[in-house]
C-alpha cells in the first residue's frame, strides 16, 4: 500500500470506549496483509498490551526506555532554589541544606539541569518501561510496556513509534480514549480505522475519538463490531456525519470464543480475509485521496 | 467512609454496567466517575447537573512572531519536539516552560489550559461527581483526584457510607490516582487471553499501591477452561474471586433502555451482581481485606 511519494502508510486502530475489539481489527487486518507486502505490527497500548497474544509474536530484541532525571551534585549546589522554581511539574524541592527530587513527577524536560547557575545537576537514566521487537508470520513486530506503578505511558509510546519503517505499511494498535497518550499514538498516521460497537457506550465514545482524529485531521473511517447487538443509532450517526463504515462484524459467539483463545480471527474463519483486504482497499483510497488534497 | 473503585487493566469487560448495577443496589454512597476520558456511566445514571466547573490545568507555551528573533534557542532545547518554524505545536507541549524560561528576547508565555470540567449531578440514585477532560489533554490524574475528592467530601458532609467509582482502562497515571488510597479495588476481568493477561498487570498495580483487589470474572461461560485458570491464579495469589457473572444480552439491552441491569430484568446475571454487592459490602464493612 503506497503513498503519491512512495512512502508507505501508517494505520492506526483506535477506539474511544475500551474492548470494542482494536486488537482483533489490528491483527487480522495486519495478517490479511502479511504475505503480500511487507507489514509492520506495532502495539501502542503500552499499558495493557495484548497483540502479541494474538500473533504469537517471536520476540528477540529488548531495549529499555528511559527519561532522564536530575541528579543533584551537593558539593556543587548551593541551595539557590531555581531548579525547584523552574520546575513546573514540581519534581524538585530545595531546602535549607537539601535538595530532593521526586523520579515519579519528572517529565525528564531538562530545564533545572540546563538552568542550574552552578551546573551542578547532571542527567541520570530512569527506566519508565521496555520496547520489544522481533516478527511473526511474516510480518514485523513491535511492542512496548509501561513498567508497573508508572504513570506516564508517552515516552514508551514515543519508542515504539519510532520504529516504524517507511518502507512498509505500518498497522498501528492504540489504546482506548482520547487523551494525551492515546493522540501520541494516533499523531502522524495516515489513516485512524475507529472500532466501536453499536451500544449507546459505543456510540458516546465514538462521537469523542471522531472529535479527536478531526482535531489533528486525520482521516478515519469506522469499524463496527458485534453488530447485531444495541440499536440503530450508530449508523444513523456515521451516515449524518460522513464517516465510512469500512467494516462490519456480527456479534457471533464463534468469533467471541476464537478471541477468548487468542486466535486471530482471519486465521480462525479464514473467510473473513477478503474483508479485511476489502477494508484495506478502500482506506488506501481515502488515505490517497487526502494526501493528494493537501 | 468507604472507597471502592472498579478497574479492569482491559477496557470493555464491563465494569460501566457493574458500577450502574451497584448504583441500584447500595443504599448510602456517592457514585464517581473516574473514567474522565470516556465517560460512560451518565449514559445509565442520567444525572441532572447541579454544579458544573472549569477545569483549570496545565500550561503550553505561545511564541510571539512579532518579538521572536528566530534564534532557534527554544528548538534545540524542547524535548518533546513541540517547536517547528517558531510555532508551538499544543498536542506535543508538554507545558514545561523551558523555552519560556530561556528566550533571550522573553517571546514566549505560557497560557493556562481549560482542560476540561467537572460536574456534580442528582440522580435517583443519589449524588454522582463525574468529569470531562478536553481530546488531548493531560492531567487526567488531576481532574480524577480533584473528582475524588470533591465526592469524599459529599460522603462526608452528607454522612455516605461510600463512594463508588467507575474507573478508566489501562494502568498508568488516571488508574493510578484512581486507586491510591481506596480501600477496595474490584478488578471485572473476562476469560479471555487478553483479559487474562491485563489482570495480571493490574493486580500487580494494586499490590504496588498497596489496595487489596478482589476479582469479578464477567462474561465466565465465554470460555470455562480459560475462567478456572483465573481461579487457580488468583488463589495462588490469595485474592479472592468473588463472582462469576454469565454471558447474557440483557446486560447491553439494560445499556440500550438506559438502566442499570439490576433494574432492567431479573435473571442470573443481577443475582449474580446482587450477591456480589453484598459480598464487597462485608468486606468494606469488616475490613476483611485489610492484610492482604
Ligand atoms: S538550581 Fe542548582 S544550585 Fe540552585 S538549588 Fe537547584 S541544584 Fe542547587
Ligand atoms: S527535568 Fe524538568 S520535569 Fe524533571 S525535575 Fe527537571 S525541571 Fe522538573
Known amino acids: 500500500m503506497q503513498h503519491k511519494n512512495g512512502k508507505r502508510v501508517i494505520i492506526s486502530i483506535a477506539s474511544g470506549k475500551g474492548g470494542t475489539g482494536k486488537t482483533l481489527v489490528a491483527t487480522s487486518l495486519a495478517l490479511s496483509l502479511a504475505g503480500k507486502e511487507r507489514v509492520q505490527l506495532l502495539d501502542c497500548d503500552v499499558e495493557e498490551p495484548n497483540a502479541h497474544i494474538f500473533v504469537k509474536a517471536v520476540l528477540n530484541h529488548k531495549e529499555s526506555v528511559f527519561i532522564p532525571i536530575p541528579k543533584v551534585d551537593e558539593n556543587k549546589c548551593t541551595y539557590c532554589g531555581k531548579c525547584a522554581e523552574v520546575c513546573i511539574y514540581n519534581a524538585v524541592a530545595v531546602f535549607k541544606n537539601k535538595v530532593l527530587v521526586f523520579p515519579e513527577l519528572c517529565h525528564g524536560c531538562g530545564a533545572c539541569s540546563y538552568l542550574c547557575p552552578e551546573s551542578a545537576i547532571s542527567e541520570e537514566y530512569r527506566e519508565v518501561g521496555i520496547v520489544e521487537t522481533g516478527n511473526s508470520k511474516g510480518m514485523d513486530f513491535v511492542h512496548g510496556k509501561l513498567n508497573i506503578g508508572e504513570a506516564m505511558p508517552t515516552p514508551v509510546i514515543r519508542k515504539v513509534k519510532s520504529y516504524i519503517n517507511s518502507e512498509m505499511t505500518a498497522i498501528v494498535d492504540i489504546s482506548p480514549g482520547t487523551s494525551c497518550p492515546v493522540v501520541e499514538a494516533v499523531k502522524q498516521s495516515d489513516f485512524c480505522l475507529l472500532v466501536t460497537e453499536p451500544t449507546p457506550f459505543g456510540l458516546n465514545d465514538l462521537i469523542l475519538a471522531v472529535e479527536m482524529v478531526k482535531k489533528l485531521g486525520i482521516p478515519h473511517g469506522v469499524v463496527i463490531n458485534r453488530a447485531g447487538v444495541g440499536d440503530t443509532k450508530l449508523d444513523e450517526y456515521c451516515r449524518k456525519e460522513n464517516i465510512p463504515i469500512l467494516l462490519t462484524i456480527p456479534l457471533d459467539s464463534r468469533i467471541a470464543i476464537l478471541y477468548s483463545r487468542g486466535i486471530t480471527l482471519v486465521e480462525g474463519m479464514s473467510q473473513w480475509k477478503n474483508n479485511f483486504l476489502r477494508a484495506l482497499v478502500k482506506i488506501r483510497e481515502i488515505a490517497h485521496e487526502r494526501a493528494c488534497s493537501t | 467512609m468507604k472507597e471502592l473503585v472498579v478497574l479492569s487493566g482491559k477496557g470493555g469487560t464491563g465494569k460501566t454496567s457493574i458500577v450502574g448495577s451497584f448504583a441500584a443496589l447500595a443504599k448510602s454512597k456517592v457514585l464517581v466517575d473516574c473514567d474522565v476520558d470516556a465517560a460512560d456511566l451518565h449514559l445509565i445514571l442520567k444525572p441532572t447537573e447541579q454544579q458544573k466547573e472549569e477545569f483549570w490545568s496545565g500550561q503550553v507555551a505561545f511564541v510571539d512572531r512579532e518579538a521572536c528573533t528566530e534564534c532557534g534557542l527554544c528548538q534545540e532545547v524542547c524535548r518533546f519536539k513541540a517547536i517547528n ?208
Open chain 2, 85 to 292: 518554524d517558531f510555532t508551538i505545536d499544543p498536542v506535543s507541549c508538554e507545558g514545561c516552560g523551558f523555552c519560556y524560561h530561556i528566550c533571550p528576547v522573553q517571546a514566549i508565555t505560557m497560557k493556562e489550559q481549560m482542560a476540561g470540567h467537572w460536574f456534580i449531578s442528582k440522580t435517583r440514585y443519589g449524588p454522582l461527581v463525574h468529569a470531562r477532560l478536553g481530546i488531548a489533554q493531560e492531567n487526567s490524574g488531576k481532574l480524577i483526584a480533584m473528582v475524588r475528592q470533591k465526592a469524599k467530601e459529599i460522603a462526608q458532609e452528607q454522612k455516605l457510607d461510600y463512594t463508588i467509582a467507575d474507573g478508566p482502562p489501562g494502568i498508568g497515571c488516571p488508574v493510578i490516582s484512581s486507586l491510591s488510597g481506596a480501600n477496595l479495588a474490584l478488578l471485572v476481568t473476562e476469560p479471555t487471553l487478553s483479559g487474562m493477561h491485563d489482570l495480571e498487570r493490574i493486580i500487580s498495580v494494586c499490590r504496588h499501591f498497596g489496595v487489596p483487589p478482589l476479582v469479578c470474572i464477567n462474561k465466565n461461560d465465554l470460555n470455562e477452561e480459560n475462567s478456572r485458570q483465573i481461579e487457580s491464579y488468583c488463589l495462588n495469589q490469595g485474592i479472592e474471586v468473588i463472582s462469576k457473572i454469565p454471558f447474557d444480552n440483557a446486560v447491553t439491552e439494560a445499556i440500550v433502555h438506559a438502566l442499570p441491569v439490576v433494574e432492567y430484568s431479573q435473571n442470573r446475571v443481577t443475582n449474580e451482581i446482587e450477591k456480589m454487592w453484598q459480598n464487597i459490602v462485608a468486606s468494606l464493612k469488616g475490613d476483611k481485606y485489610a492484610h492482604l
